[in-house]
């Protein structure tokens, strides 16, 4: 029992580090908690003595289980078509948690997520581990079948891809807030020049409204575009929360208590550059927003 309890120690010192790495190669809380505890299972039927660096071992078996999802996900009936919005890590303005932070060490927002869900699973795999978490590439190789240069190329594809696609935030949280909430004072209002203004000119917005909500689902580009979809919720702009979604500023929309949606925006330049909306009433239950209420 002794040495049982050791190894649990040992498998809890590296929970955290393990579920970042999860949720970034799979974008759902819920499938990296799996995932961890699947490694959880391995690690407590193998030889843990024979294991020199555990932190590793862990970090390859995660790895694997997480591949092994994303090859699956092609295959999934029950997924719903139409825009996929990854699952957001909420926060109290102000508030502090340490672990959601864990998760999002290293800048993880959801537009950086959308793309992610884009990649091939190995390319997802080789950026993540080497660019976020710094695995070799010799290890990323044995993972993926491929050699070590090979896999290098599947980093630095996603790099790329990464690079032109997914818009890095403006740094200063405040200054994203101001923006956010003039867009939302311009929502109230039903000022479509103003929230025009506020919009960059390659803006998306995605929202993801799952099966239950597949009507809200949508993908709009373009400043009009997004505007005149925004002005269409206008009736919710008073049950908005602030909240940091992701580590930027966002929102929690929920009317008479419950959530409605969660929103992440990417202010760039002083304008919202991305808008990404989970409306998916059964994945919004999934989620942790207490802290929300305090």
Request: charged share 25%.
């Amino acid at each position: 029992m002794e040495e049982r309890d050791r190894l649990t120690y040992r498998f809890e010192e590296h929970r955290t580090y393990l579920r970042g790495v999860a949720y970034r190669m799979l974008g759902s809380l819920s499938e990296a908690d799996d995932a961890v505890q699947e490694a959880w299972l391995r690690l407590s039927r193998a030889d843990a003595s024979a294991v020199d660096n555990l932190r590793a071992w862990l970090t390859t078996v995660v790895a694997r289980i997480c591949l092994n999802l994303l090859r699956s996900r092609g295959t999934r009936r029950e997924e719903p078509l139409g825009p996929h919005v990854p699952d957001p890590v909420v926060q109290r303005e102000g508030g502090a948690d340490p672990e959601r932070e864990a998760l999002l060490a290293e800048s993880v927002g959801l537009a950086l997520l959308v793309v992610l869900d884009e990649l091939a699973p190995a390319e997802r795999l080789a950026f993540v581990l080497h660019d976020s978490f710094g695995v070799s590439f010799d290890a990323i190789a044995a993972l993926v079948g491929r050699t070590p240069e090979a896999a290098r190329q599947l980093a630095s594809r996603a790099r790329r891809r990464v690079r032109d696609a997914a818009p890095v935030p403006d740094p200063d949280l405040a200054r994203q807030r101001e923006v956010v909430s003039a867009f939302f004072a311009a929502t109230r209002a039903g000022d479509l020049g103003a929230l025009v203004a506020l919009l960059a000119p390659d803006v998306v917005l995605r929202a993801d409204g799952g099966t239950a909500r597949a009507d809200v689902s949508v993908v709009a580009r373009g400043p009009r575009a997004v505007a005149e979809h925004s002005l269409g919720f206008a009736a919710m702009s008073p049950f908005v929360r602030p909240a940091v979604v992701n580590g930027a500023a966002g929102a929690v929309v929920a009317p008479d208590g419950r959530p409605f949606s969660v929103m992440s925006f990417i202010v760039q330049g002083g304008r919202i550059a991305a808008i990404d909306a989970l409306v998916d009433p059964e994945r919004l239950s999934r989620l942790d927003l207490a802290d929300l209420d305090e």
